[in-house]
């Protein structure tokens, strides 16, 4: 029995010095609790790309370099690790904290930028929610204005052009679903902003055209004592149309709804005339 106790002992005293032997360099330097090798050794996976071991150390080691010269550093790389593991919520959060905490910097300008870029890293496809793409431009714009001498001005505004496009394109998709549900109304009402929005806009005929025939087609689905009021409307948008574009793809088009619209006001002008004269003969 005291021969099988002591095999067991000895089992599992091997079996622990295996353990710790198997035990990575990454898990012994995290947990020596010695900052000056775990600092060390971040800055070297830092080096090598392996961001997320990069990471957990400078996350154990920030608090210990508190108000030293090597804080600025740790901080900036450790920004830097949440962008490089696609993290850019957090990597957003990060590089403004830096700003914030050494506004004195030599890398504020950077982060600044990099603040702003990794909400525009978030923005998605045109067809989801937006509020990243907004943020990321006015991120964007605030870096312009503020550093208006910066060689990545170029490519801030570059971005912001683009991020435009997107909402643009956006708001010109959700105009044409209220226009292909012949919510004609409600397909104005987009149009009309997108163009106060977009004025830079360069679809701004295709968009007048929409707002034309969308006015039309609410004229002649309404009820005739909306009519007169309605075609009045398309009446004057096509004119202003065929005077903006005259040499449009849609002016033909656009010529036909303006007669038929003069020919619709004469009809309601005349059955109008008629009720008149009979209500006044009776």
């Known amino acids: 029995m005291e021969k099988q106790l002591s095999y067991l002992a000895l089992l599992c005293g091997t079996i622990l010095l295996l353990a710790s032997g198997c035990k990575s360099e990454f898990e012994k330097v995290r947990i020596s609790g010695n900052p000056e090798v775990m600092f060390a050794k971040a800055n070297e996976y830092y080096e090598e790309e392996e961001f997320a071991k990069a990471q957990s150390l400078f996350e154990l080691v920030i608090g210990s370099y508190r108000g030293k010269k090597e804080a600025e550093e740790i901080y900036y790389r450790y920004a830097y690790t949440y962008y490089y593991l696609g993290q850019y919520i957090l990597a957003s959060y990060y590089f403004n904290n830096f700003s914030n905490t050494y506004s004195a910097s030599q890398y504020r300008e950077e982060t600044d930028f990099m603040a702003a870029y990794s909400h ?21 714009q605030l870096y312009v204005n ?35 549900l012949r919510q004609y109304q409600s397909a104005i009402q987009s149009f009309e902003n997108l163009l106060k929005d977009f004025p830079e806009t360069n679809r701004a005929e295709e968009v007048r055209y929409y707002i034309l025939r969308s006015a039309y087609l609410l004229a002649d689905n309404s009820f005739v004592e909306k009519q007169e009021t309605r075609y009045r409307d398309a009446l004057t948008r096509a004119s202003e149309f065929i005077a903006k574009y005259p040499d449009s793809d ?28 009979s209500r006044t003969r009776s």
């Open 120 to 140: 525009y890293k978030l923005s998605p496809t045109f067809r989801l929610d937006q509020t990243y793409t907004e943020k990321a431009i006015e991120d964007l």
């Open 146 to 180: 503020t550093y208006p001498q910066s060689e990545r001005v170029q490519e801030a505004n570059q971005l912001i052009d683009d991020m435009r496009a997107k909402l643009e394109r956006k708001a010109l998709e959700e105009a044409m679903l209220y226009f292909d």
């Open 250 to 277: 849609h002016a033909k088009e656009v010529a036909q709804m303006l007669t038929n619209s003069k020919e619709k006001l004469n009809q309601l002008t005349n059955v109008g005339y008629q009720d008149k004269s």
